[in-house]
């Protein structure tokens, strides 16, 4: 079976549910987790993520990650955040530039900051010529309108956990960077039907598999602690999507994080 990526986790957060270290989480999971991206997203998190992709590897699975501010955090965006932020993007495996973007869920988060901060981090990336993840929720045109302004060949970005509908996936589709969608387990649930469209009508060369664990745990551990365990429980419900063998979702969306990410 091909091995596969998990491109989007959060090692520190399942670490503080489940306890235990990193080599031990590593130890339980598959010998077919091949490699995962951890994403510090959180100022208060950065020196910890810098800290753990020093290690490389840990039992067999490839240590990369990105560094950024999470719109959620947008308060906590300041110089020394900058700082760290350019610093340990230099770290050879770190990847990318992000979670950064918009999130307007929670009405007591100011949108002007969140812009401000996710259009400053937009200018770093494409300063250093790093890829981005992006963090859409419920900002579709505020997202849009950034992206618009942004957009050129240079540009390519995962967006992660992918939730919007199919029709704004062909919008950034037809803009001129290159963008993959990411799938988490909230493809897999009861209630998701717009999202299982959207990845209908994604091209398979545009997919990438990622959990967002700790959050989102795929049918059927809902309610439990996600680890990158779980992968092959949302690649299923995306090859059914696509009806395609496991085994070759697995291996397009391996091609398509050798493209996102040049891993
Ligand atoms: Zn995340």
């Not at 859409?136 to 995962?158: G, M």
């Not at 091209?203 to 779980?230: H, Q």
């Amino acid at each position: 079976m091909t091995r596969f990526i998990d491109t989007h986790c959060h090692i520190d957060t399942i670490l503080e549910k489940t306890g235990g270290t990193p080599a031990a989480l590593f130890e339980q999971i598959t010998p077919d987790l091949e490699a995962i991206v951890h994403i510090a997203c959180d100022p208060r998190d950065f020196a910890w993520g810098r800290e753990f992709l020093l290690r490389g590897d840990i039992n067999g699975v490839k240590i990369y990650g990105a560094f950024g501010v999470h719109p959620l955090n947008a308060e906590k965006f300041c110089e020394q955040a900058e700082t760290e932020i350019l610093e340990y993007l230099k770290l050879p495996n770190a990847l990318a530039l992000g979670e950064i973007g918009l999130d307007y869920h929670y009405p007591n988060y100011s949108p002007d900051l969140q812009k401000r901060v996710f259009i400053r981090q937009l200018e770093m990336g494409l300063e250093l010529n790093k890829p981005f993840v992006f963090h859409t929720r419920e900002a579709d045109d505020d997202t849009f309108e950034i992206l618009q302004k942004i957009d050129s060949e240079k540009v390519k970005a995962h967006i992660h956990c992918y939730t919007g509908s199919a029709s704004f996936a062909q919008k950034i589709l037809a803009l001129k960077g290159t963008y993959f969608f990411g799938f988490t387990g909230a493809v897999t649930f009861n209630k998701t039907a717009t999202i299982r469209e959207a990845a209908a009508a994604i091209p398979l060369d545009k997919i990438l598999l990622e959990t967002d664990a700790p959050y989102l745990a795929p049918v059927p551990f809902r309610g439990k602690v996600c680890t990158p365990a779980m992968i092959p429980n949302t690649a299923q419900v995306l090859a059914g999507i696509k009806n395609i063998s496991l085994d070759d979702l697995f291996k397009a969306c391996r091609q398509n994080t050798e493209r996102m990410y040049g891993i």
